[in-house]
Nanobody, 124 residues
Framework: QVQLVESGGGLVQADGSLRLSCAAS????????MGWFRQAPGEKREFVAA????????YYSNSVKGRFTISRDRAKNTLYLQMNSLKPEDTAVYYC?????????????????WGQGTQVTVSS
């Protein structure tokens, strides 16, 4: 079993920055990809970014490309999401997730383990 715990959310003004962290514990899968998703009220959960656990490949949604950076520290079993130039439309609950199968996906149903989420609110 894998446990994922997000932190780092909060309230920030537009154009500000936040860094989210996701600490993984339990039976982590070194070879499997991890990702960030977000869900705004009344909206479907959407893909934000993903990274292979070895960090050789990263993927971003068009809406965050150039503003957000996903990274990981394998020694600390921690995933990060650096968010710059935040916009009010980035307001959502942000979730980290890990796959339990080979490959890297941008689809939520392909992720097997999820954190509880952390709220990010961007004021205009």
């Amino acid at each position: 079993q894998v446990q994922l715990v997000e932190s780092g959310g909060g309230l920030v003004q537009a154009d500000g920055s936040l860094r989210l962290s996701c600490a993984a514990s339990g039976r982590t899968f070194d070879s499997y990809a991890m990702g960030w998703f977000r869900q705004a009220p009344g909206e479907k959960r959407e893909f934000v970014a993903a990274i292979t656990w070895f960090g050789s490949s990263t993927y971003y949604s068009n809406s965050v490309k150039g503003r957000f950076t996903i990274s990981r520290d394998r020694a600390k079993n921690t995933l990060y999401l650096q968010m710059n130039s935040l916009k009010p439309e980035d307001t959502a609950v942000y979730y980290c997730a890990q796959q339990a199968t080979i490959g890297i996906s941008t689809t939520a149903r392909n992720y097997d383990y999820w954190g509880q989420g952390t709220q990010v609110t961007v004021s205009s």
